[in-house]
């Protein structure tokens, strides 16, 4: 059975989690002309915009309140009203969400009674102010987005809706993924012929084209009708249950719209459990093409199985993602020998020990840690194969062990936020990769078709010989 | 010279100035008065600016190789200054470590200097062989009166090695320039002078304020050595904590980035006596200039002239032919500080035109240097934000923009050649041999075919289209 570790050590050494503004940041620019005031000083919003920009590699724009030592002594109240208002004068945005940080939350500011401050003094402003609480010293980049979407679930859904009444819409939240995933999920749905409000849809705003002359706002992302629609909505599928299950209970609380928390759809059962849904509360049935992509993911896992199947690897990164991976790779044959997150969610390493023993896989999961842990995990006892985002290069330079790099950042590469590892044509994808990454790295050579692995059972002094070239002749 | 951007903002006029055809400073609010720096930013003007934190551990702490690196706050200012500056050295301990105390919110409000302390001694556990431990500070530790000062001296005592705290919460300066003064001060106060070694320094330099981004210290190091000098320490490139202590001993400092490390030279010229020249030890005239003034202080003005004649020799055939193709092209420089004025001479020798010098941070000295070698017609600007580097680089249209990473896809999405100054794209881009680097990367920035394909090829956004479902495959929607 598996277990469940935790690290014994105050300091985080190489965390594998950042802040909360960042989620909150990210959330925003799914929304259509929308504009992040970050209120704290200058840091807090500069960090987090160079990591957006080395992810997406795309122009990130976030504001700052810029609050330095004098202001901080009277409180940021001056400051973030006159970020508001040179905000709204200079931009025009179709909404502005103030996000907190550590320093403006212990100096205590009240920022929703300085938004209503400032809408009371310009009447004129009607577009929607949100105020999100990302201090991150409670909980970490995932929690900004999730308390995100709490704020817009709570705020912008039109509250007048009549009994009955239904835009015929889904809403999905996909959660912390990238552009790519998004646009699979919206390939999914538009196969399905179904339609869906984004919550939040940066699958453009953060990996746009080249337009000549450049819009003002990026293209793309979710408008505030939608927004402000989807009380109508037929139901709330939340994609991630740490990002947007909470959002999707509001949903089903105050609109009466009901709630599914899904695993995020990596691999075959986690797609599967997301299309199905969608023909629950539809009465539309699985297209020819989904059906046909569904296929070939198993022919894939057919395929490759000789090449992945015993391979331990180690799984890191945030909790949804986690257990989306975990299914793909145990589909694949392996064995996710360690599964490693900074969360501190006991909740969700018990459904975790639930999840592996369903899997028939023996797993340790280790919560509240950081990427040190891991590597000494990996020192005492190695594993074939680590997938995470760029941070875990440090392991893998070290112990000469292939990453495979999902989730964020990846910054050490290009285009990964182009992929999508959802949908079955994620998977197939991942699915792809990881072979190829073994294909690469782990082994000798590949000839025809085939892995040439130089050990030997056993002693032999016979010299190895390897066929045209197509090794590379290493003993 | 005002910006259409700035209509609402006319603060901001007095942070942009143009040199007039008379030689004059007109500013934007129309007066002859030099450009306002140094100074508090608006809210919300989107600065590009980052914190006193990031000065601090970013840019003069982190750079040394052999200390333990430990933020004292929340997880997100030591997980975005983790690893991500090229400041290069002989090994990558710091590089691939960041460490932070991470506070939580009981910390937060019972105070953290128990974890501090406990972090300190872990960390020094599990890296025995590190040579000190850098304690940060950052804005929510400060706001709650955390000692960080006394704790560092119980964990020096504790550990055995110096454990050094930096006074750096992010908000205490209107820029990451604080930053670098206190990782300055803190530095000279806690190392230098901590240890006395024996032997002969009479010919002997410190290297202050170059930070070996992709290794530029290759590039110039060798020939300093050429002159028979001895480099003791290097603040803060490719640098250990022993190296710190000593670097009193030099006879001479010298000070590349003057707005990031005069500072230690001042002190060190204060407390120790020892001289101090400043340098550009970027572009041919500058670099040889850093040569023959080091080796007028030591009188091996010979041997300089030999090194230099020598390494022209080699470099003068490659940057004709760079020249050639630059020859009349424009530039936008925006940096930290003073690599915008360091590069304007470079530039010309390349026979570009700086038309336009923005700084980050650059404070009142450094706008004087940028003045004095700007053409009349040139522009200033102190602290740009987000819109008035896109209306610069659309109205202004430089043919090439050298700035960082973040300003980086802003001007590929108006479709402006860029080099990146700030971590290169290649690098490294100082000394004699790294413009050619420089000069290559410029060279394939400007005359890059896709700059072509997008006047000929790229087309208008399509018509605003946000339908729920992504592309419409011409079905009806539901509603
Ligand atoms: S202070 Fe808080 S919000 Fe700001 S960067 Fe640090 S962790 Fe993030
Ligand atoms: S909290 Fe302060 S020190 Fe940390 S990143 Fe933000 S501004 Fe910088």
Redesign the pocket.
């Known amino acids: 059975m598996s277990c469940v570790t935790t690290q014994d050590r105050a300091v985080a050494i190489n965390p594998t989690r ?5 989620g909150a940041m990210l959330a925003n620019y799914g929304i259509h002309g929308a504009i992040t005031i970050n209120h ?2 200058q ?2 919003a500069t ?2 915009r160079h990591q957006m920009a080395r992810h997406f590699r795309e122009p990130v724009e976030v504001a700052s309140t810029s609050l330095t030592e004098k202001t901080t002594v009277y409180g940021g109240k001056n400051n973030l009203l006159s970020a508001l208002k040179n905000i709204w004068e200079r931009f025009n945005p179709t909404m502005i969400m103030v996000c907190s ?3 403006s939350e212990t100096i205590g500011d009240d920022i929703p009674g300085i938004i209503d401050e400032f809408k009371d003094n310009n009447p004129e402003i009607t577009i929607p102010i949100l105020s999100v609480k ?4 409670i909980g970490n980049h995932a929690t900004g987005f999730d308390n995100f979407l709490k704020e817009i679930a709570n705020n912008l859904p039109d509250r007048r809706k009549k009994k009955g009444e239904t835009n015929g819409k889904i809403n999905i939240i996909p959660g912390w993924v990238n552009p790519g995933d998004i646009r699979e999920l919206k390939h999914i749905v538009r196969e399905m012929a179904l339609h869906a409000i984004w919550l939040t849809d940066y699958s453009e705003t953060l990996d746009g084209g080249y337009y000549e002359p450049r819009p003002h706002f990026a293209r793309g992302g979710t408008t505030i009708e939608e927004l402000q629609s989807s009380s109508k909505s037929i139901a709330t599928i939340a994609l991630q249950r740490h990002i947007g299950g909470d959002a999707a209970h509001i949903y089903e609380r105050r609109h009466n719209v009901p709630a599914h928390i899904l695993p995020m759809p990596i691999g075959l059962e986690n797609t599967d459990a997301f299309v199905d849904t969608l023909t629950e509360i539809t009465d539309h049935t699985v297209p020819e093409i989904l059906q046909v992509e569904r296929a070939r993911l198993l022919d894939a896992l057919v395929d490759t199985h000789m090449f992945t199947s015993g391979l331990r690897v180690a799984l890191f990164g945030d909790p949804d993602i986690l257990e989306g991976l975990t299914s793909l790779v145990v589909e694949m044959g392996m064995t996710p020998a360690y599964i490693l997150t900074a969360s501190e969610s006991k909740p969700w390493a018990e459904h975790m020990v639930e999840v592996t023993q369903e899997l028939g896989v023996e797993s340790e999961i280790i919560i509240k840690s950081d990427l040190h842990e891991l590597h000494k995990r990996i020192k005492a006892k190695p594993v074939d194969l680590l997938i995470g985002h760029s941070k875990g290069k440090f392991i893998a330079d070290a112990e000469k062990i292939p990453l495979v790099r999902v989730g964020f950042p990846v910054e050490d590469r290009f285009g990964y936020h182009r992929r999508s590892i959802v949908g079955y044509n994620g998977a197939i994808s991942l699915v792809d990769e990881i072979t190829n990454i073994v294909f690469e790295r782990r082994a000798t050579g590949v000839v025809s078709n085939t892995l040439l692995e130089l050990g030997v059972e056993g002693p032999s002094t016979m010299p190895l010989l390897i066929p045209n070239g197509n090794g590379n002749g290493k003993h | 010279m005002k910006l259409k951007c700035n209509a609402t903002l006319p603060d901001r006029a007095l942070h942009i100035a143009l040199k007039t055809s008379e030689g004059g400073c007109r500013r934007g609010d129309g007066t002859d008065c030099f450009i306002a720096s140094n100074s508090a930013t608006t809210p919300g003007d989107m600065t590009e600016r980052g914190c006193t934190y990031a000065g601090c551990r970013g840019v003069v702490g982190g750079p040394v190789k052999d200390a333990i690196q430990l933020t004292h ?5 030591a997980f ?1 200054s983790w690893g991500y500056r090229p400041h290069l050295a002989d090994s990558d301990f710091h590089m691939k470590y960041t460490f932070v105390s991470d506070m939580n919110e009981t910390n937060i409000v019972f105070g953290g200097e128990k974890k501090l302390l406990q972090s300190i001694i872990e960390a020094n556990r599990e890296f025995p062989e590190a040579k000190a431990v850098f304690v940060y500070n ?3 530790t400060a706001l709650i009166g955390d000692d960080g000062r006394d704790v560092a001296k119980q964990a020096e005592e504790m550990i055995g090695k110096p454990v050094v705290f930096f006074e750096c919460e ?1 908000f205490k300066g209107v820029s990451q320039s604080m930053g670098h003064h206190v990782g300055n001060e803190t530095i000279f106060r806690q190392l230098v002078g901590s240890a006395e070694p024996e032997g002969d320094f009479s010919r002997t330099i410190n290297i202050v304020g170059d930070y070996n981004i992709k290794n530029d210290l290759r590039t110039f190091e060798y020939l300093f050595e050429a002159l028979g000098l001895k480099i003791i320490t290097r603040f803060t490139g490719n640098v250990g904590v022993d190296e710190l202590r000593i670097m009193h001993k030099a006879a001479l400092n010298v000070v590349h980035c003057q707005r990031s490390a005069t500072y230690i030279a001042d002190m060190m010229q204060e407390k120790y006596g020892t001289p101090y020249i400043n340098v550009t030890l970027w572009g041919i005239k500058h670099m040889a200039q850093a040569l023959r003034d080091t080796a007028a202080f030591f009188g091996l003005e010979a041997q300089a002239e030999a090194v230099i004649a020598n390494e022209l020799a080699k470099l003068q055939p490659k940057i004709d032919y760079y020249r050639e193709r630059l020859q009349g092209k424009t530039v936008f420089i925006y940096q930290g500080g003073p690599r915008a004025w360091h590069w304007i001479e470079l530039l010309r020798e390349l026979g570009m035109k700086t038309i336009t010098v923005a700084t980050t941070f650059g404070h009142e000295d450094d706008y004087e240097k940028i003045f004095e070698q700007i053409d009349a017609g040139g522009m200033m600007i102190d602290n740009p934000n987000v819109p008035e580097l896109e209306e610069i680089l659309t109205h202004r249209r430089p043919d090439l923009f050298i700035s960082g990473n973040k300003e980086k896809y802003v001007a590929y999405k108006l479709g402006v050649p860029f080099v990146n100054g700030h971590t290169y794209d290649t690098g490294p881009y100082a000394g004699f041999s790294g413009m050619v680097n420089f000069a290559r990367d410029i060279d394939k920035a400007i005359h890059a075919p896709i700059w072509a394909t997008l006047k000929r090829k790229a087309r208008p956004a399509p018509a605003a289209h946000h339908t729920s479902h992504g592309f419409a495959h011409g079905f009806e929607g539901a509603d």
């Open positions: 950042s802040c909360a503004p960042i704290g000083s840091g807090c960090y987090p940080t550590c320093l990302t201090p991150s010293y | 706050g929340p997880i997100g200012c975005f950052t804005c929510s992010g």
